[in-house]
């Protein structure tokens, strides 16, 4: 089972400022990694896909860079709507997401 | 308009079944690969299992394997999760979720609540 690691687990920041999260595979996963946006009672998004691909209908804010076994999500200045819980996901072997990180308000 | 909406969830007692519906519309339901995904109250989201659009390949997560079986009708255009011997850590939000591309959950529904409490 490949297993996923996301840091840090909370990232405390101001809007404006740039957010850099980090997904780190157990094995390499080649490109075969998602990243999702999670908002308070809703389902998650699709905002990366293939490492690198924004999903459609994503701002250019938000990209994503990586391949192997470290991931990078960065969004370069955050917007309020961007204060949520981002989850990697692999699908090189079957599929399974990393255990978050939670951008909130500093 | 994609759309996929849940239904089924509900409070069971530990050891009961349940079953679960996604209800897709706005595309062609067997042109796709479905899955499900769920999520315990303040935990992660953790992928249950997969189902081709041609219902020839099925997989399950390690961990889920033996109560949990996913299945389809295409031509009533939904999905289906069927839980056996419900446990309290099964107390969850169900999602369905719609494969696109190489895999990735491009469409989700809202969820399903299912509680397991005596």
């Known amino acids: 089972e490949i297993v996923l690691t996301q840091s840090p687990a909370t990232l405390s920041l101001s809007p404006g400022e740039r957010a850099t999260l980090s997904c780190r595979a157990s094995?390499?996963?080649?490109?075969?990694l998602a990243w999702y946006q999670q908002k308070p009672g809703r389902a998650p998004r699709l905002l990366i896909y293939?490492?690198?691909n924004r999903a459609t209908g994503i701002p250019a804010r938000f990209s994503g860079s990586g391949s192997g076994t470290d991931f990078t999500l960065t969004i370069s200045s955050l917007e309020p709507d961007d204060f949520a819980v981002y989850y990697c996901?692999?699908?090189?072997?079957?599929?399974?997401f990393g255990p978050g990180t939670k951008v909130d308000l500093k | 308009e994609v759309q996929l909406v849940e239904s089924g969830g509900g409070l069971v007692q530990p050891g009961g079944s349940l079953r679960l519906s996604c209800a897709a519309s706005?595309?062609?339901?067997?042109?796709?690969?479905m899955n499900w995904v769920r999520q315990a109250p303040g935990k992660g989201l953790e992928w249950i299992s997969y189902?081709?659009?041609?219902?020839?390949?099925?997989y399950y997560a390690d961990s889920l394997k033996g109560r949990f079986t996913i299945s389809r009708d295409n031509a009533k255009n939904s999905l289906y999760l069927q839980i056996d011997n419900l446990r309290d850590e099964d107390t969850a939000v169900y999602y369905c979720?719609?494969?696109w591309g190489r895999g990735w959950f491009d469409s989700w529904g809202q969820g399903t609540l299912v509680t397991v409490s005596s």
């Open positions: 996901q692999q699908r090189s072997h079957l599929f399974n």
């Open positions: 094995q390499s996963v080649s490109n075969y």
């Open positions: 293939d490492a690198s």
């Open positions: 706005g595309f062609t339901f067997s042109n796709y690969n």
């Open positions: 189902i081709s659009g041609t219902i020839t390949t099925t």
């Open positions: 979720a719609r494969s």
